[in-house]
Every structure is written in C-alpha cells, then in structure tokens.
C-alpha cells in the first residue's frame, strides 16, 4: 500500500515538475499579468518566474485587469530570487519556476528510488505488490510481468572471474 501511495506521489510530483518546467519556458515568451486596483497587488507569471508585486501609492495604480504579456524574444531575467524594494512605495517578491520544479523532480526520484530498494516485486505501471504471484499478469491492472531481473550475474564461462582463487602453477 505504501509502495503505491509513493509511485502515486512520485508520478504526481514528476508531473507537476514537468508542467512547471512547461511553464517556464512558455513565460519567456509570454507572460500573464493579474493586476487587483482594490488591493493595489500585482501577480505575474513571466520571464521565468512568479512574481508578487504591492504598491502603497494608490492614486496611479493599473485598474484590475488580467494582461497577456508578448515578448519579442526569450526572457529568462527571473531565473534568480529576488525581493526588491521600490523607492515609491511597495515592492516585488520573484520566485524563478524552475526552483520548486526542480524540488518536485527531485522528491519524484527519491520516491522512486525507495520504491526500487524495496525487496518485494512491484508491478511497474501501477505499482501492485506483485509476491507470490504466478499467473504472471498483474492483478491489479492485467499488465504482464516481465521476467525478474537477478542482480547478481552469473559469471560467463570460459571468462575469468576477478577474485577467483588462481590455481598454483
Ligand atoms: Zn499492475
């Protein structure tokens, strides 16, 4: 059961690394810009990034509207954290993307891996724990299994081994 809850979150987590990372790059080119006039707050997704942006002067602020943002090339200028501070009041809050897709991906591999260090064998699409079984189709999804793999490899004959005894001369 945990083993199936960890593959669940493992794909999960590789998903949403992958949209993110999705997101990146398309947020090079084009960006999505929130503006809330009520709360004098900004959202944006672009160059890269997600960025939180206040404003403590209201009189000017852009009315509350969601903008799309065309650049003429690729822009990566939110690919490093930044807290800023803007000498008018207010201020930016830009979390470059690819840090929690990066995040993501990497707690989907170590899900995997504890997956892999288990000793009981695992069907490979859903995860079922598949000891003892003999028909050799998952019950759980009807996959068939392939053949275990055995870790340890017969040596090849007519091969030397590394570390066999040497018989005296
Ligand atoms: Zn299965």
């Avoid at 993110?20 to 999505?32: F, P």
């Avoid at 004098?40 to 990034?49: L, P, S």
């Avoid at 859903?126 to 999804?141: A, D, R």
Wanted: glycine share 12%; net charge positive; proline share 9%.
């Amino acid at each position: 059961m945990r083993n199936r809850i960890n593959l669940l979150l493992g794909r999960t987590a590789a998903m949403v690394a992958i949209a993110m990372l999705l997101v990146c790059v398309v947020s090079a080119r084009w960006g999505v810009l929130w503006i809330r006039h009520g709360s004098n707050t900004w959202a944006e997704i672009d160059v890269g990034a997600v960025l939180v942006g206040w404003v403590t002067q209201s009189a000017a602020f852009a009315p509350s509207s969601i903008q799309l943002l065309h650049h003429d090339g690729w822009g990566w200028s939110g690919w490093k954290p930044r807290i800023e501070s803007i000498t008018s009041g207010g201020g930016i809050v830009s979390i470059p993307i690819w840090i929690p897709a990066i995040l993501l991906a990497g707690l989907s591999l170590w899900l995997g891996q504890s997956r892999g260090q288990s000793h009981s064998p695992l069907c490979r699409t859903c995860g079922y724990n598949l000891t003892g079984n003999v028909s050799g189709i998952c019950p759980e999804c009807g996959r068939p299994i392939p053949p275990p793999r055995s870790k340890c490899r017969t040596p090849t004959p007519g091969r030397t081994v590394r570390n066999a005894p040497v018989p005296p001369a």
